[in-house]
């Protein structure tokens, strides 16, 4: 069974702080997404990490691949109220394939103004 | 933007009835989706459509489930006879081809008495 275990799983912090989280596999996923989750609505999509050891930055937020694509990071610098929210990994294992994805449980951040 | 749609946003049924879960995909979308999250836990994969067939299901999905693309645009989730398990949010998400995103509604909420 494919497991995508995320931490922390709550995460409470002051404005202005910089975080990371987690996202970890025992297996090989093909590509890995962020999801970013607001209560009531659906999962959003932040980005896609494809290649071991990829980078992407989107504004203040920074998405990690590891190198042997079992693991990913999330780094927010500089946190605002607005970032908080319930940040979810999901890891698709066939390439270019991502209609049934493997879910973390999601880390819940709240940015204390 | 284009968006999928779920209605309603929130049902509440006795155990055994049938229920009906709807969703209007993003139109030029090839790929449909069904996943459920129950309270606190993972977002979990229910079933795959492509090509008026189911592509894949997943050992949830089990005789009590159905799925339906009566026309164009809808896409529906049966569940026939609803236990008090089957209380959760449920998710529809549509794909276009290739690798790109599933993009998703912001759920029914089902609540089984």
């Known amino acids: 069974t494919q497991l995508l275990e995320q931490s922390p799983q709550f995460l409470s912090i002051q404005e202005g702080e910089n975080l990371t989280v987690y996202c970890n596999s025992s297996?090989?996923?093909?590509?890995l997404q962020w999801y970013r989750q607001e209560p009531g609505e659906g999962p959003v999509l932040l980005v896609t990490?494809?290649?071991g050891g990829e980078v992407k930055k989107l504004k203040r937020l920074t998405f990690q691949f590891g190198d042997a694509r079992k693991d990913s990071s999330l780094h927010i610098t500089a946190a605002q109220p607005g970032d908080t929210g319930l940040y979810l990994c999901?890891?698709?294992?066939?390439?270019?394939?991502?209609?049934?994805?493997?879910w973390g449980l999601g880390t819940s951040l709240a940015v204390n103004p | 933007e284009p968006e999928v749609t779920q209605t309603p946003s929130h049902q509440v049924t006795q155990m055994g009835q049938e229920v009906i879960l709807r969703c209007v995909p993003i139109s030029n979308h090839l790929y449909f989706y069904w996943y459920r999250q129950i309270l606190g836990q993972k977002v979990e994969f229910l079933v795959s459509?492509?090509?008026?067939?189911?592509?894949?299901k997943s050992e949830i999905f089990d005789d009590q489930f159905s799925v339906e693309r009566p026309d164009g645009s809808n896409f529906t989730l049966k569940i026939r006879s609803t236990k008090l398990e089957d209380s959760a949010m449920y998710f529809c998400a549509s794909r276009g081809q290739g690798g790109s995103p599933l993009h998703f509604g912001n759920g029914t909420r089902l609540t089984v008495t």
């Open positions: 999901a890891g698709a294992k066939y390439a270019g394939n991502n209609r049934k994805l493997i």
């Open positions: 459509f492509y090509n008026n067939e189911i592509s894949e």
């Open positions: 990490v494809v290649t």
């Open positions: 297996s090989v996923f093909s590509s």
